[in-house]
């Protein structure tokens, strides 16, 4: 008994009792924000060797050494972060056990109230007994009668126990958590060997098809050299022809001359009259011949010309393409710095007769099914989520829902529709069947992660958030504030996900779009200024190169926006006839489609 008693308390030694920078027991545990403990003098050392200002007075900001959290030193400076008690009463429950006989050391773990040192007041160094909840802060009865006497506490017990049971939900969230970023590991550790492969495929085909090029472009070569001397020695043979024909022409005219020229000279009058007709009648026929020039242009207007087109060297390009599903949720866009042209336009309708509507739809959504192309789009006022083709031909059938906000195709083919009225998210099937469906109050704008979680903006009583969840409705995240617990949003609307997994969420409120990582933390946001200041942002998404595109609604035009928030420029403006853009969707052939306040449907081609 001794023994597994002395093993146990060398695991919690070793486990928790040791500073993660030394590596030596603790001395002076200071616990961080993120709950990571370091000694004193190695968390003061730490911060004056890491910080950017190689210092460790109040207000720095550091980043812890095992989250890489950033923390800022209180204004006590370190010797104000909290003293973690939970390794001080361990480390007197290690030594304690030590000290005990072999009957009594096992029964000293089994009760370890008995010999720790209960925690105390650092004030007044007696017993903490109450919770004072105005200040969140465990207190003696002397801080109880004096500092917090008009403050509302309760037990310590009971405070201890509503905050375990805290500890425990969030504890169920850092399982589910944990377990998606082991598989998301694992799936690192395949794609890494799928790297490798690839490569190597890649190396050998690109070798082979330079080697086909080559051969290719030899034989063409030998063709061209053949087919310009087969016709070069067909022109020859002809010229030499006419030329032959020349020669003859040339004979009969000086032989004609010669004698028309000796009858003039030495005939006698009557041979003359005689022969005058025959000689007439022979020069009129040579006259008559085709003109030189005439068979000039005919033998030497031909000019063989080998017409060679200019050869790319570049015969393929290397492109990152996302193979984790056959239906690809950021289409390929080539936002060309050209003016986009207006490929089509049709209204949203009213009925299943194609009746247009006499009320605004408010087409809050749009999303493109990566298989077919056809649109979805969320009609607010309708209540309804009806589906068209790119001609503006409704298909069937439609979905009945109260007040739908946003809605978004799944990989598997099913339908995400955010159901505000009834602050409810569904997953429909193709066949219209309500696959699954969870509560999430204030429900407003939804996307996916690439491992299927979902993401969902709320405005649940004026407490506004991002949510991520399982596809069963688990919470995974909440982000709402940030570490000085001041909130990030007034008004968060509509949300994407880019290929790198970060989520772009636009508040319409605070006119600004904010881009976080998955695990919850900001890394950029975007209110602009100048040309690309933003009005009432509503719907965003994102391209397969990571750039966002926001639909400006009160700027009537729409922005795009690099993976790290700055302004690109604007892709659609009032010049292009647009007016309140609601929602931007890429469809799977590279377009933008744009849903108008007005009812109207706009397709980009860029």
């Known amino acids: 008994m001794a023994a597994k008693a002395?093993?146990?308390?060398?695991?919690?030694?070793?486990?928790?009792?040791?500073?993660?920078?030394?590596?030596?027991?603790?001395?002076?545990?200071?616990?961080?924000?993120?709950?990571?403990?370091?000694?004193?003098?190695?968390?003061?050392q730490f911060i004056q060797e890491t910080s950017p200002t190689r210092r460790a007075d109040p207000g720095t900001m550091f980043q812890c050494a095992v989250c890489r959290e950033d923390t800022r030193v209180p204004n006590g400076g370190v010797k104000a972060f909290k003293t973690n008690h939970h390794i001080t009463s361990l480390f007197d429950a290690v030594l304690a056990n030590k000290k005990q006989t072999d009957t009594t050391s096992s029964q000293s773990l089994r009760n370890r109230e008995s010999i720790v040192k209960q925690p105390t007041c650092e004030r007044h160094q007696k017993e903490i007994l109450f919770y004072c909840t105005n200040c969140n802060e465990a207190i003696c009865i002397i801080c109880n009668g004096t500092t917090h006497k008009h403050h509302q506490s309760t037990d310590l017990s009971e405070a201890a126990k509503r905050q375990k049971s805290q500890i425990r939900d969030q504890l169920k969230r850092l399982e589910i958590n944990l377990k998606s970023k082991e598989q998301t590991a694992n799936k690192f550790h395949k794609h890494s060997e799928t790297i490798n492969t690839t490569k190597v495929e890649l190396l050998k085909k690109i070798d082979q098809t330079a080697s086909d090029l080559q051969k290719k472009i030899a034989s063409h070569a030998q063709q061209l050299k053949q087919e310009v001397t087969t016709r070069c020695h067909q022109q020859s043979k002809t010229l030499e022809a006419e030329l032959s024909n020349f020669d003859m022409q040339i004979g009969v005219l000086k032989s004609m001359k010669q004698f028309a020229e000796k009858i003039l000279q030495h005939g006698q009058d009557a041979e003359v009259v005689m022969l005058q007709k025959n000689v007439t009648t022979k020069l009129a026929e040579l006259e008559k011949q085709e003109s030189d020039i005439t068979v000039l242009q005919k033998v030497c207007s031909t000019k063989i010309t080998v017409y060679i087109s200019e050869i790319n060297p570049t015969f393929g390009k290397v492109e990152e393409t996302s193979q984790s599903t056959p239906r690809p949720r950021h289409p390929f866009i080539s936002l060309s710095s050209a003016a986009p042209t207006l490929i089509n336009s049709f209204k949203v309708q009213s009925s299943e007769n194609g009746a247009l509507f006499s009320i605004t739809a408010d087409p809050e959504s749009i999303t493109a099914d990566p298989e077919t192309g056809h649109l979805t789009v969320a009609e607010f006022n309708t209540n309804n989520v009806k589906t068209y083709n790119v001609n503006g031909e409704l298909q069937q059938p439609v979905i009945s829902c109260n007040q739908p906000q946003d809605v978004l195709y799944l990989d598997n083919g099913n339908l995400l529709v955010s159901v505000s009225g009834d602050g409810e998210v569904w997953e429909v099937s193709p066949d219209q069947q309500i696959v699954r469906k969870h509560k999430v109050k204030g429900c407003r704008g939804i996307a996916v992660t690439s491992d299927g979680n979902r993401v969902i903006t709320s405005n649940e009583d004026s407490n506004e958030r991002v949510i991520i969840k399982t596809p069963d409705g688990e919470i995974i995240r909440e982000i709402k504030h940030d570490l000085n617990n001041q909130k990030y949003f007034n008004y968060p609307l509509y949300v994407t996900v880019t290929p790198s997994d970060n989520i772009v969420a636009s508040d319409r409120l605070k006119n600004c779009v904010f881009i976080f990582n998955i695990d919850g933390q900001l890394l950029h946001k975007y209110s602009g200024s100048d040309e690309g200041q933003l009005s009432y942002p509503v719907s965003v998404c994102a391209n397969e190169q990571g750039q966002i595109i926001v639909a400006d609604n009160d700027n009537h035009r729409i922005q795009l926006l690099s993976p790290k928030c700055q302004f690109i420029r604007h892709l659609i403006t009032k010049d292009q006839c647009l007016c309140e853009p609601m929602a931007v969707a890429l469809t799977p052939d590279g377009h933008l489609a744009v849903t108008q306040r007005d009812n109207t449907v706009k397709i980009f081609a860029f």
Do not use: S
């Open 6 to 44: 002395g093993n146990l308390a060398d695991i919690l030694t070793n486990d928790f009792l040791c500073c993660q920078i030394c590596l030596g027991e603790f001395q002076e545990p200071k616990a961080l924000p993120c709950l990571h403990t370091y000694c004193l003098k190695c968390l003061t």
